[in-house]
């Protein structure tokens, strides 16, 4: 994705557009791109100050300065450096200290041998004097060397570079609100499981022709965290514009002195085609994972698997577990949503969901930082709140399932 600094866009009034890419514009990128990809793979095995070094003798005209930089910045992206092999902040202990000690040792007027320090300590280490020196600063962002790069054609990123500019604004959002629709249920579910991966604060409705609107806290309505959670926003974008039709509206702080502007993107069709997505444990956050993995290890009566089903109560509003429990010889099912950190609003729509009238036994995690009880859903309700310190429980999760069931038989 793009930083807000490599972004085209312009304001007027009260609304922030974006300037996405013309015909010519878009060919230029598309050179550019061919140009830094070659000189990328060229690179393969030097460090990052050279690749960059490198792209810096492309010509670029100054006002195409801008479009270049974006262009480096998505191929840089995709570049896999690697970490220095030995650990040079203890490399430079040991040669500095060497140093300090033969300084000290040295008869007064007596020259310093910078080269017999280098070789000593190399072969304490049994390496040579020129490898130890290039490997001293090897922890430096520019000595980082190039291993790799992901496969992307200069076309592809062409095409996705307007994508990219809106990843870059949605950066400095308070809130986006997200209309989108699907022919394929698969997509939509798609979308909401990224949604949570990404832990993005988040609430959805269904809406008239079988859409969704999707409410979603930007960074900047927090106080902290503002950059990673500003990725993980950008990061949904892609998910969004996968569906077949759909519409952002952001409130978003632009500019130096950060003013509220409003941001809209749209695009898609009603006839585009979707490939359908399987869940699975690979499209869950690592807390969830590990819970699946631990309730289906054993050979207890409850087995558990990735949920695809979306829990829509018409007027109330919906959710999206993660996963679903199902007994081994009765075949009741219950739900599992994890709620975790996200915040105490969330926790209380779910509450207010069930209490509603939700016609499924659902089991919510809550992490105690919330400050939720678990009194807080009746025991005449088919829904349920396990609220956990640190890690969630597989035993203690199955124990809540169990007495959801014993509560509310089918």
């Known amino acids: 994705m793009l930083t807000a600094d490599l972004v085209t866009a312009r304001r007027r009034g009260s609304e922030l557009r974006l300037c996405p890419l013309d015909e010519a514009a878009r060919a230029r990128v598309e050179d550019l791109a061919q140009a830094y990809l070659g000189i ?90 020129v490898d130890l020196e290039a490997r001293l600063f090897a922890d430096l962002h520019g000595a980082e060397r190039l291993c790799d790069i992901g496969a992307i054609s200069p076309a592809r990123l062409a095409a996705d570079f307007d994508l990219a500019q809106a990843q870059g604004i949605l950066l400095r959002a308070v809130r986006v609100v997200a209309e989108v629709r699907a022919a394929d249920p698969a997509a939509v579910r798609a979308l909401f499981r990224k949604l949570k991966f990404l832990r993005l604060l988040h609430n959805i409705v269904a809406t008239a022709r079988g859409g969704y609107r999707i409410e979603i806290d930007g960074p900047f309505s927090m106080f902290q965290s503002v950059t990673r959670y500003g990725l993980q926003l950008a990061l949904a974008l892609p998910a969004i514009a996968a569906c077949d039709a759909w519409r952002i509206e952001a409130e978003v702080l632009w500019g130096q002195q950060r003013l509220p502007v409003k941001f809209m993107w749209k695009g898609g069709t009603e006839r585009q085609a979707v490939t359908p997505i399987s869940p699975d444990a690979s499209s869950l956050p690592d807390d969830v994972a590990g819970l699946l993995a631990d309730v289906n290890q054993g050979d207890g009566v409850w087995r558990a698997q990735v949920a695809s089903e979306v829990l829509d109560l018409p007027g109330a509003g919906l ?19 994890v709620l975790g950190f996200w915040s105490r609003e969330a926790v209380w729509r779910r509450v207010e969901l069930v209490r509603a009238g939700l016609p499924h036994r659902i089991l919510f995690a809550v992490s105690k930082q919330l400050r939720v009880s678990e009194a807080a859903l009746d025991d005449d309700l088919p829904g349920g709140l396990y609220v956990y310190s640190r890690v969630i429980s597989a035993r203690a999760v199955l124990n809540r399932i169990d007495q959801l069931v014993a509560r509310n038989p089918v």
Not at 57 to 71: D, F, K, S, T
Not at 323 to 335: P, Y
């Open 40 to 129: 990328a793979r060229a690179c393969v095995g030097q460090s990052r100050d050279d690749l960059e070094a490198a792209w810096d003798a492309i010509p670029v005209a100054a006002h195409e300065q801008r479009l270049a930089g974006g262009v480096r910045k998505l191929i840089a992206d995709r570049c896999v450096f690697s970490a220095p092999a030995t650990d040079p902040v203890d490399l430079r202990r040991q040669l500095f200290t060497a140093a300090h000690a033969a300084r000290r040792a040295l008869p007064a007027g007596s020259p310093f041998d910078r080269g017999a320090i280098l070789q000593a300590v190399a072969a304490r280490r049994d390496t040579g004097a």
């Open 319 to 337: 959710c999206i577990p993660d996963l679903v429990f199902q007994h081994r010889e009765t075949g009741q099912r219950v739900f599992l949503e």
